[in-house]
């Protein structure tokens, strides 16, 4: 198991954001957490990347449990997240970008920082070899030198991507990953995270995207008012009769079968 949910409660004062729920993350599977919105989705990626701890319940990774540690000690573990708002450095470069992904995995000291000691430049050339890979990977490689700002929508979004790769996740966290997509955007996100999945990457996807989400997911968790509310296959969730309720009880213009 590559991530275990068990039993986890998270309250804001009054707010029960999260309320008991569990659920397991295969290693290789793309994983959907879906329901509509304040349903608790983004707090659950908050808990596990633990800029909150949560209220009750534990979080294990690969059967050791992680619930309360460092985010920094977190993403050392293997889990790494994109946000629902791009966050990157407007104005460094793609590649820059992504070296700044790939140092929390450097080795050298503060020495080597300050004296650039020859272990610091061989690492350098190691980071950024690594970062042009990446950009490679998900289609940006000539806009390696463009400026963060100056790239399209969808170009910021996968670079948020490439920069979460850097750290060598095992488990990689997409927050809304579509969100202000065109369809050919879309399109070609949905062959990215694929192609992560192949790479042997453990994927947990928020989305609202159903088309999107119900063709990528192995499995997903649907998140209502804070409780999970279904698990299952994309056609499982598409037929479950609570979960279309949970959806059209609310109006929301959102299509899941
Ligand atoms: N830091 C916080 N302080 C207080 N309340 C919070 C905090 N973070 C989230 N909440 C509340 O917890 C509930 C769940 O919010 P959350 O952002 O996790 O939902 P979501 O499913 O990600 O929604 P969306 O799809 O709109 O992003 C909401 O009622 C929200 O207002």
Redesign the pocket.
Known sequence: MVLEIRNVS?N??G????KDVSFKIQEGEIYG?I????????????LITNI?EPTSGQILFHDTNITGLKSHKITEQGICRTY?NIRLFSQMSALKNVMVGGHCRSSSGVFSSVFRTKKQKSEERGLTQKAEELLDLVGLLEHKDTLAENLAYGQQRRLEIARALASNPKLLLL??PAAGMNENETDSLYDLIKLIQSKGVTVLI?E?DMPLVMKLCDRITV?NF?EKLAEGTPYEIQNNESVIEAYLGREEDVEIA
Do not use: C, W
Request: charged share 15%.
């Open positions: 998270k804001f004062g707010i029960h954001a999260l957490l329901g509509p919105n304040g349903a608790g989705k983004t707090t659950m990626f908050n909150f629902q927050d809304e928020i609202h998140l804070g």
